[in-house]
């Protein structure tokens, strides 16, 4: 048996990923069990490699917390070549990870409450310390006896620093200021936490995509669907999440918030750490001093596709680099870009008509700004218990009473898109709130009287009320097409917008969420700030394939 530093005998794999091996081991002088994490053989050469493992020891060895697992030790041992290779020793997990878990479906919702509590208060504790995960996913909670442990900081960074371009992570959970080549910070792990606790609850993502380059579009720019109902989970976790997934990082709740709020409505304890003032000194980077990318520079994001190769996104530039327009919704860090997930409140930019009759109902969408909405989406909430049966003119996503129309189509400046929805009950109320591309538009409702047809355009609309049905506004007459007048107002401005785990690969163990939305989004802009991007490698791109 291989002995590491004299005392680590290595006995068995837990897991292999990219550039490590985890080891189940055993410590001869405290005679223990331990886990032993070890670079692998072809990076033992490769000096970024070696300083980012020590940067992980260093990391975690400061932050003492029963939802971080615990590091022992770290050392090199030589080769068969003499060359020296790093090693963490750290505390053996027993258990699963939240990926296993999730593999038999949702979590009821006090269980997954109480782990995302857990997995957030591990996160203060690093927060607080400035440290930031940098890669929260499924795969990186472990269920243990004693709790839930966030695993593996091998990419963790300093609050406040940048990527030194490489960006690391696993894409369906990297937020979208890190996308933009904005600066670390724990805003954008509370981003991947509402994501997980959005599949914990759901199974599922929020977006449906079918590539790499997709979603990233979807972190950049589209709005990420509300969490359906869910029978007995407290009012007030949807609007948690939703802001967990604001496009902006300052509109997102702080991780220790996180932690008090779920723990609470689960009716769970956490440890969260005393607010301290003192702050790491400088997570120690990746990569050599001198090789830290610039403020303004190029940024070339690299992409690891479980440590088997190099894929080029030739296109990516198109989707979350360039070409602003309003049409892709809500962006990071922009003005006008609003709470509630990423939805921007404008209504100069968008108008929409919805007139209910019986079992039918009209919905004319138009554009009153000055840019073209690309493959329009509308989404609204119905007040009552209405389930639409059929719709022409779109495709439509109904989970609860949360519906969403999508079209495979450009919505321009001034131009109109009729959809007709045929199993809405107006004795129930009108829907009072509709956002076109996340961005929320101005509303005009109305009642066909009995045996009149929807599609009258002399049928008087109104705004609804703050209460959320129509009436409190004066009457507006119609368009010259049936819909009403656009209003004489500006454009907006675009809107930028296995027990433990091996750290560097996408765990085999991670579980492929099935999409149950069509997928239309197919962006032609996304992000403000043009960053140019060359190759995509060494980012985990765990769910990407569908």
């Known amino acids: 048996m291989q002995r590491l530093g004299g005392r680590y005998r290595l006995e068995s794999?837990?897991?292999?990923?990219?550039?490590?091996?985890?080891?189940?081991?055993?410590?001869?002088?405290?005679?223990?069990?331990?886990?032993?994490?070890?670079?692998?053989?072809?990076?033992?050469?490769?000096?970024?490699?070696?300083?980012?493992?020590?940067?992980?020891?260093?990391?975690?060895?400061?932050?003492a917390h029963p939802n971080i697992t615990n590091v022992y030790d770290f050392g090199e041992s030589p080769d068969r070549a003499g060359r020296p290779v790093p090693y963490i020793v750290m505390e053996l997990l027993d258990g699963e990870t939240l990926a296993q878990l999730l593999k038999s479906g949702p979590l009821d919702w006090r269980t997954a409450l109480s782990i995302c509590a857990d997995v957030a208060a591990g996160l203060a504790a690093a927060h607080e310390r400035g440290v930031v995960h940098q890669d929260v996913k499924?795969?990186?909670?472990?269920?243990?006896?004693?709790?839930?442990?966030?695993?593996?900081?091998?990419?963790?960074?300093?609050?406040?620093?940048?990527?030194?371009?490489?960006?690391?992570?696993?894409?369906?959970?990297?937020?979208?200021?890190?996308?933009?080549?904005?600066r670390v910070g724990p805003a954008a792990d509370v981003y991947a936490l509402g994501l997980l606790l959005y599949r914990c609850l759901t199974g599922e993502l929020p977006w449906r995509a079918a590539g790499v380059s997709q979603m990233m579009s979807n972190h950049c720019y589209v709005a990420p669907r509300p969490l359906p109902v869910i029978e007995g989970l407290p009012e007030d976790i949807p609007e948690l999440v939703a802001r967990c997934l604001a496009k902006r990082p300052a509109e997102r709740p702080s991780s220790r918030e996180m932690a008090q709020a779920l723990a609470t409505a689960a009716g769970a304890r956490v440890m969260l750490p005393s607010i301290v003032a003192e702050r790491t000194e400088g997570i120690r980077q990746a990569v050599p001093a001198g090789r830290?990318?610039?403020?303004?520079?190029?940024?070339?994001?690299?992409?690891?596709?479980?440590?088997?190769?190099?894929?080029?996104?030739?296109?990516?530039?198109?989707?979350?680099?360039?070409?602003?327009?309003?049409?892709?919704?809500?962006?990071?860090?922009?003005?006008?870009?609003?709470?509630?997930?990423?939805?921007?409140?404008?209504?100069?930019?968008?108008?929409?008509?919805?007139?209910?009759?019986?079992?039918?109902?009209?919905?004319?969408?138009?554009?009153?700004?000055?840019?073209?909405?690309?493959?329009?989406?509308?989404?609204?909430?119905?007040p009552g218990s209405e389930h639409y049966v059929a719709v022409e003119g779109a495709e439509m996503v109904q989970p609860g009473t949360t519906v969403t129309l999508r079209a495979q189509s450009s919505?321009?400046?001034?131009?109109?898109?009729?959809?007709?929805?045929?199993?809405?009950?107006?004795?129930?109320?009108?829907?009072?709130?509709?956002?076109?591309?996340?961005?929320?538009?101005?509303?005009?409702?109305?009642?066909?009287?009995?045996?009149?047809?929807?599609?009258?355009?002399?049928?008087?609309?109104?705004?609804?009320?703050?209460?959320?049905?129509?009436?409190?506004?004066?009457?507006?007459?119609?368009?010259?097409?049936?819909?009403?007048?656009?209003?004489?107002?500006?454009?907006?401005?675009?809107?930028p917008s296995p027990s433990q785990s091996s750290g560097d690969t996408t765990p085999t163990t991670s579980p492929t969420v099935a999409p149950t939305s069509p997928d239309v989004s197919h962006p032609t802009r996304a992000c403000p700030t043009p960053r140019p991007h060359k190759s995509i490698t060494d980012v985990k791109p765990e769910e990407c394939k569908r």
């Open 292 to 382: 830290t990318a610039a403020p303004g520079r190029p940024r070339w994001v690299r992409l690891a596709m479980a440590g088997l190769t190099v894929l080029a996104v030739a296109g990516f530039a198109t989707t979350c680099a360039n070409r602003p327009s309003p049409g892709g919704g809500a962006l990071a860090d922009g003005p006008g870009a609003g709470a509630g997930g990423g939805v921007t409140a404008d209504a100069r930019a968008c108008q929409v008509r919805y007139v209910g009759g019986g079992d039918v109902a009209r919905l004319t969408v138009e554009n009153t700004g000055q840019e073209t909405f690309h493959n329009w989406t509308v989404v609204f909430t119905l």
């Open 13 to 63: 794999q837990l897991g292999v990923g990219g550039m490590s091996v985890v080891w189940r081991a055993y410590d001869e002088v405290l005679e223990r069990e331990v886990a032993v994490k070890v670079l692998a053989a072809e990076f033992a050469g490769d000096a970024a490699s070696r300083e980012r493992i020590h940067a992980e020891a260093q990391a975690v060895a400061r932050l």
């Open 138 to 182: 499924p795969a990186n909670a472990m269920l243990t006896s004693t709790g839930v442990k966030v695993v593996d900081f091998g990419i963790a960074a300093a609050a406040g620093s940048r990527d030194d371009g490489q960006l690391l992570g696993t894409m369906a959970y990297v937020a979208p200021e890190r996308l933009l080549g904005g």
């Open 411 to 495: 919505l321009p400046p001034s131009q109109r898109a009729t959809v007709r929805l045929t199993g809405a009950r107006a004795a129930s109320g009108l829907p009072k709130s509709f956002t076109l591309n996340g961005v929320r538009c101005r509303v005009l409702t109305g009642t066909a009287a009995p045996g009149q047809s929807v599609d009258d355009p002399n049928i008087p609309v109104t705004e609804p009320a703050p209460g959320g049905l129509p009436g409190g506004s004066p009457s507006v007459p119609p368009g010259p097409t049936g819909g009403p007048a656009p209003p004489a107002t500006s454009a907006p401005q675009p809107v």
